[in-house]
């Protein structure tokens, strides 16, 4: 029934991603030409009980017959699954916004591609999805990515080896055009998957955002985040241009109740989560960061310390002050009484 919901909005927010210029998934754009568009980011990273979980969508637009996604990521994934049916726009829904739009199976290697100084750590087919999980330098990995059809822009060395010398590993992500047509997708329509990866902390990449974009071009993401407690962030929040707090409170019970019964989400507990949901829209030429949670990150890199954003203040607070104030007033009042009495009293 979710589903069904949200399949009219689905397909207009395809459209206006189709002319929006923005990134998609947290992760960096590689198509022949750099003329796709895959351009829309919404994410979920979920800490609990000792692992990250990593909830990204693919959605796509444009012309290219193949195209796909480099996603930094700061560990191995223990497991690479299909993404939940509504998780993303239930988290949407909870901020008043609108939604967006794996069948695991192995493919293999040549002898080659095994004796490269990239290391093929998992590979899995999710639908018109080809995933491929890898650790090498940042150079090295962009050979690797090349020979296997993904056409990258001048900056991805450099980018991509920012995030080796950290430690991260890199899901390369393929969408096939043809295969996706056979399977009935349209364009605005996509995939959701979900790494779940041990980690102290959740950490999202961002810079990588900017992959091929020019400093003038928008960077556009919409951020999730769950914790088992209030959270620190790195950079501070108020400190990144662009970024807005749309959500930072408690999980109510019926967010958890919802992401918990989707598909894939069992982990999600009844209660104690806190949920924040940032969106970033800014340049590519501020994107020099990514966004560390309690400081969590590639585990050859050590975070400095974050700042936890202030918790807004409540009915409650705003009750108890206005009472408070009325106490005051209602004593203030009779203290001038009582001043103005012993004054007569002293005249007389």
Sequence with gaps: MLRRAFAVP??????????????????????????EALERAVTLAAWHDGYEHYVTGFE????????????PLPGVPTKIVRGGNWTLERLQGEIGEGP????????????????????????????????????????DVAKWAVKNGFDLTRDAPAVLGSYSTKGAVFALAKFD???????????????????????????????????????????????FVLTDGRPTFFPSIPSI?????????????????DLHA?????????????????NLRTTASTMD???????GGPAGHV????????????????????????????????ERRRTRTRTAVVVS
């Design 10 to 35: 689905l397909v207009a927010a395809g459209i206006v991603v189709a002319v929006s210029g923005s990134a998609w998934a947290c992760g960096g754009l590689v198509a022949p030409g750099h003329a």
């Design 262 to 278: 989707d598909q894939g989400m069992s982990w999600v507990p009844a209660s104690g989560m806190w949920f924040t949901a940032l």
């Design 241 to 257: 241009k662009g970024m807005t707090v749309k959500a930072n409170k408690r999980a109510s019970s019926s967010l958890l109740s």
């Design 177 to 223: 055009r043809a295969d996706a047509k056979s399977r009935g997708l349209v364009q605005g329509q996509g995939e959701v998957i979900q790494f779940t990866i041990p980690t102290k902390a959740p950490w999202i990449p961002l810079r990588i955002l900017s992959l091929g974009k020019t400093g003038v071009e928008y960077v556009d993401a919409e951020l």
């Design 303 to 334: 975070e400095p310390a974050g700042q936890s954003l202030p918790v807004p203040l409540g009915w409650s607070f705003w009750l108890a002050l206005l009472g408070g104030s009325a106490v005051l007033l209602v004593y203030a009042r009779r």
């Design 100 to 139: 967006l739009g794996f069948k695991e199976k192995g493919f293999g290697i040549s002898a080659a591609e095994a004796a490269s100084p990239v290391e093929v750590l998992q590979q899995v087919k999710i639908d018109a999805l080809n995933i491929t999980v890898v650790r090498g330098g940042g150079p």
């Design 289 to 295: 960061y990514d966004l560390s949670i309690d400081g």
């Design 60 to 71: 796509f637009a444009g012309l290219a017959n193949s195209f796909g996604y480099i996603i």
